[in-house]
């Protein structure tokens, strides 16, 4: 079992940045890969970005990629999502995911089998 806990959610404006942070329970963090999704009001929930369970490969979405960095320590059992130059289509509950990987330095967009409560992300124009 894992459980997640999704921190640092909050109103920026346009422009702006935040960093949402994902505790993680119990001793096998380091198994799995990291992900993070985002889910707005009547829309699907949607990839955001992954980190693989070593560190070593991250993965993001087309419409983050180079505003948002994920990242990972797992002395601490910790993810973080670093997000700059928000805009308001960015506007989401944002969650943490986690999945077992055999595979060290192994992303995925898909197959993620633990989820977080989410934290919500508003950025006003």
């Known amino acids: 079992q894992v459980q997640l806990v999704e921190s640092g959610g909050g109103l920026v404006q346009t422009g702006g940045s935040l960093r949402l942070s994902c505790a993680a329970s119990?001793?096998?963090?380091?198994?799995?890969?990291m992900g993070w999704f985002r889910q707005a009001p009547g829309k699907e929930r949607e990839f955001v970005g992954t980190i693989s369970r070593s560190g070593d490969s991250t993965l993001y979405a087309e419409s983050v990629k180079g505003r948002f960095t994920i990242s990972r320590d797992n002395a601490k059992n910790t993810v973080t999502l670093q997000m700059k130059s928000l805009k308001p289509e960015d506007t989401a509950v944002y969650y943490c995911?986690?999945?077992?990987?055999?595979?060290?330095?192994?992303?995925?967009?898909?197959?993620?089998?633990?989820w977080g409560q989410g934290t919500q992300v508003t950025v006003s124009s």
């Open positions: 119990g001793r096998t963090f380091s198994s799995f890969a």
């Open positions: 995911a986690a999945k077992r990987s055999l595979v060290g330095s192994s992303v995925y967009r898909v197959g993620y089998e633990y």
